[in-house]
């Protein structure tokens, strides 16, 4: 989350009286991730977040608004999102498509403890469970088709080392595509459940909150687990920390049961994971967005955690 596309107080008014949801009262912009506009909003009955989308089309926002209220009509603490006078999610501020959705409590966490690991594989499988019941299909955005378009984007924007690297590894994954991730449940990932799209609450509530839902789509479970493992058990050698990496996969599994193919795949989905967001952070370092509030993130950390990866990897049977 960023502010690239400003908005003022007396826009947003006039916008949200297409909504029913109070005068406006405060806005303030979000500074943290790194893909759209974001902006907290206070209004008289209630608060929330407003989203300008950057990147993403207005065709797909439907199935992201959709699949936040059907996980919230199933008890999953997230963002709701609010109708406007249409009975439409999505509306258009300032020439960018715009959701606006409830502001849940709690705060994100940068230290980690081993126990709020075990709460986070918790929550993705409530998740996971949840969205078995959404009809709707998104393919995943930034798959196998999109690693071998955007490494094209980055070839001349990043050493030959550097592409040498990604070239292996689309290779590497393209070859272990078919055994890999054929026989694994499918179904709605999250896709970007980072440390920032998780709310704790101070008062120890176990009602763990989940929010940014824009990288969902469908995929292997499995791999969502590990896009969720390479930055909740990141440490900052790029090494990811056992104790935390038993206790994530003991929240989203308690009886520690893993298929043979679900065996088989995680050390190649950790790395596939790696892989997209090690990516990911080169594109937005390399062709940024401007913004009058904006961040960027330590792309070679995840170039790290790849060869990591490759040398070391982390096994789903380790003990308990």
């Known amino acids: 989350m960023s502010v690239y596309t400003t908005v003022t107080h007396a826009q947003l008014a006039e916008w949200l009286k297409d909504y029913s949801l109070g005068e406006l009262q405060r806005m303030q912009g979000i500074l943290s991730g790194i893909e759209n506009t974001n902006y907290f909003v206070t209004t008289t009955r209630g608060q929330f977040v407003l989203t300008l989308f950057e990147h993403i089309g207005a065709d797909q926002l439907p199935y992201y608004a959709q699949l936040m209220a059907h996980l919230a009509g199933r008890g999953l603490a997230c963002p709701?999102?609010?109708?406007?006078?249409?009975?439409?999610?999505?509306?258009?501020?300032?020439?960018?498509?715009?959701?606006?959705?409830?502001?849940l409590p709690g705060e994100s966490v940068v230290r980690v403890s081993t126990h709020q690991c075990e709460q986070v594989g918790g929550v993705l499988a409530r998740l996971h469970a949840a969205g078995q019941g959404?009809?709707?299909?998104?393919?995943?955005?930034?798959?196998?088709?999109?690693?071998?378009?955007?490494?094209?984007?980055?070839?001349?924007?990043?050493?030959?080392?550097?592409?040498?690297?990604?070239?292996s590894e689309i290779d590497f994954q393209a070859q272990q595509a078919q055994r890999a991730r054929t026989n694994l449940p499918h179904g709605v990932i999250h896709g970007d459940l980072f440390?920032?799209?998780?709310?704790?609450?101070?008062?120890?509530?176990?009602?763990?909150?989940?929010?940014?839902?824009?990288?969902?789509?469908d995929d292997a479970l499995l791999f969502?687990?590990?896009?969720?493992?390479?930055?909740?058990?990141?440490?900052?050698?790029?090494?990811?920390?056992?104790?935390?990496?038993?206790?994530?996969?003991?929240?989203?599994?308690p009886d520690h049961k893993y298929t043979d193919a679900e065996k088989y795949a995680w050390p190649i989905l950790l790395r596939a994971a790696a892989l997209r967001t090690w990516m990911s952070r080169l594109g937005y370092n390399h062709f940024p967005l401007q913004g009058e509030m904006t961040i960027t993130k330590d792309a070679g950390l995840y170039q790290r955690l790849l060869l990591q990866h490759m040398a070391a990897p982390a096994y789903i049977d380790m003990p308990m």
């Open 134 to 167: 959404f009809t709707q299909r998104m393919l995943n955005p930034r798959g196998a088709h999109w690693w071998k378009f955007y490494s094209q984007l980055l070839r001349p924007k990043i050493s030959s080392d550097e592409l040498r690297l990604i070239e």
């Open 224 to 253: 969502d687990v590990a896009i969720t493992a390479n930055d909740w058990c990141l440490r900052p050698n790029a090494t990811l920390d056992m104790d935390q990496l038993a206790s994530l996969l003991r929240g989203y599994r």
């Open 80 to 103: 709701i999102p609010a109708a406007n006078s249409s009975g439409k999610f999505i509306g258009q501020l300032n020439g960018k498509p715009a959701l606006l959705v409830t502001r």
């Open 195 to 217: 440390r920032d799209n998780v709310l704790f609450e101070s008062n120890g509530s176990k009602d763990v909150g989940v929010i940014d839902f824009y990288f969902a789509c």
